[in-house]
């Protein structure tokens, strides 16, 4: 029986599945910790007793029935699975390190790393010329004046190194399809106000989307230059040079280097190209922007990608085969998502937030060292005891099954013949399990942790009061487009008549 197991100890990414493990439990354990264990200690499983225990104790219906099983560290949880060979038990242990993993989504107090620098980001992404709320007619979330707000409440918890506020892209404009900057118009107006309220909110980088390619890269540049906004795309080309592909934040051990990546779909392939985006260059671009940030002084490099949570995806990996320099992480636009836990690329979090300017993403980076090394919170121990979870349930219905009595001596041997080699799958891969988990312990004790990540989302509701300068700023743009869209009304039926 195949599983991912073995990769854990053969290939090259052996390490990172590691330090992914590793970075999990030791989250898990801060939330665990003190927690009262109940039932038996973990002990050796002998042929078999997955489904003799399974049977001896009334199968997982029993178990869940009972008070739910309690441990003191996460490793106890993940020892009682491999080695009781109990399916409830399986259970048990993968949802609280699920619950571990996703703990990130309500982060509160201190570092889960003592003495670790903590890097805070504020992100928003795909917000496509939307200055106001959504207009939802139950609870109508965002506004840029809310955001505002938002951005100037007091930092929770542990004190911050290092402030970041960046957009992932597609900003400016609700259509992405090419027009004319002929005269002044409406749309011209409001994009205008989107980049002086970014000014007002401090954004300090902003990803160039096809959605802000509307009216040509030059008059997007052109623009942004002049709000004092730093609008990003390394792989945009700027007559004979190109765009702006990167910013230095920060000073001393808390630099950050932002690379802003505008990446092709199929949908917006043309599109871009008519617009100067070389979707070929991105990753050599990248790389020198990446290169050239670290050699600076960069601790690590956010990725600002305009192209959807895929096509980042699949340049991140690229980056990687190309041995050049990953990002720590990457906020993307295009796809429309909410990522409360992080989506992974190998060892490169993925975060988008949302449309419309509904929620932003505060994302907390603890670091320590001189670079930054984030690992997946899941990583590959929990991926392993979800298929040893899955495989322990097999061999339980099938036991339960040939206990039934009605199944022909045949039948019953080929039963029995299968569970013997799914018994032996499962102990290989508990093998695995043990080992890694032994590996785990190791580094732990070496105290191996480099970096932790934790995302919340943050709802801008009806219920946050308006940042009067930007509200001010919304409103004036708004009463000069609707005069520009009835003037040209008029003019339109003026001509008509």
Do not use: H
């Given at each position: ?253 808390n630099r950050i280097g932002v690379v802003g990546v505008t990446l092709a779909t199929p949908e917006t392939a043309v599109l871009l190209e008519g617009a ?136 019953r041997g080929e039963l029995e013949r299968g569970l013997g080699e799914r018994r032996r799958a499962a102990e290989a891969m508990a093998r695995e399990l ?64």
């Open positions: 029986m195949k599983t991912s197991l073995p990769r854990l100890r053969n290939s090259p990414a052996a390490s990172s599945c590691l330090r992914a493990a590793s970075r999990l439990l030791f989250a898990a354990s801060l939330l665990l910790l003190g927690c009262r264990k109940e039932g038996p200690a973990p002990e050796a499983a002998a042929e078999g007793s997955a489904v003799a225990t399974e049977r001896g104790q009334g199968g997982a219906g029993a178990s869940s029935a009972a008070k739910p099983m309690r441990f003191e560290s996460p490793q106890e949880a993940v020892d009682f699975a491999l080695f009781r060979g109990r399916y409830e038990a399986a259970r048990q242990s993968a949802a609280a390190l699920s619950r571990d993993a996703a703990a990130v989504t309500s982060y509160r107090g201190s570092s889960p790393i003592p003495g670790a620098r903590r890097i805070q980001i504020v992100s928003t992404g795909n917000l496509r010329g939307t200055l106001e709320d959504c207009g939802c007619k139950n609870s109508p979330l965002g506004g840029l004046a809310r955001q505002a707000t938002i951005g100037l409440q007091p930092v929770e918890g542990d004190a911050v190194a290092l402030m970041l506020r960046l957009d992932a892209g597609d900003a400016l404009f609700a259509s992405r399809e090419p027009a004319t900057a002929v005269g002044e118009t409406a749309e011209q107006v409001m994009a205008r106000a989107m980049l002086a309220a970014y000014r007002a909110l401090g954004m300090q980088a902003v990803a160039i989307g096809a959605y802000d390619l509307r009216l040509g890269a030059a008059w997007t540049l052109r623009e942004a230059e002049r709000a004092g906004v730093p609008m990003l795309s390394c792989n945009l080309r700027r007559g004979e040079g190109w765009a702006p592909g990167s910013v230095l934040l920060g000073d001393g051990a100067g985006v070389e979707a070929g260059a991105a990753v050599t671009r990248y790389r020198a922007e990446a290169e050239a940030l670290t050699a600076r002084g960069a601790a690590g490099v956010v990725l600002l990608a305009a192209g959807g949570m895929e096509a980042t995806r699949r340049f991140v990996e690229a980056v990687g085969e190309s041995g050049g320099p990953l990002p720590a992480m990457a906020l993307v636009s295009g796809s429309l998502q909410l990522t409360g836990d992080a989506i992974w690329a190998g060892e490169v979090p993925l975060l988008e937030a949302g449309d419309e300017g509904k929620t932003l993403l505060r994302t907390d980076l603890f670091v320590t060292g001189e670079r930054i090394g984030l690992v997946p919170e899941g990583g590959g121990l929990l991926e392993g005891l979800r298929s040893y979870m899955t495989l322990l349930r097999s061999i339980n219905n099938g036991a339960l099954g040939a206990a039934g009595g009605r199944l022909a001596a045949p039948q043990a080992g890694a988990a032994a590996a785990i312990r190791a580094e732990g004790d070496a105290g191996a942790a480099r970096g932790a990540l934790r995302n919340r989302i943050v709802p801008i509701s009806p219920n946050t009061a308006e940042e009067p300068s930007v509200k001010r700023l919304v409103d004036e743009a708004k009463v000069k487009a609707e005069r520009l869209t009835r003037g040209r009304a008029g003019a339109k039926n003026g001509r008509a008549r």
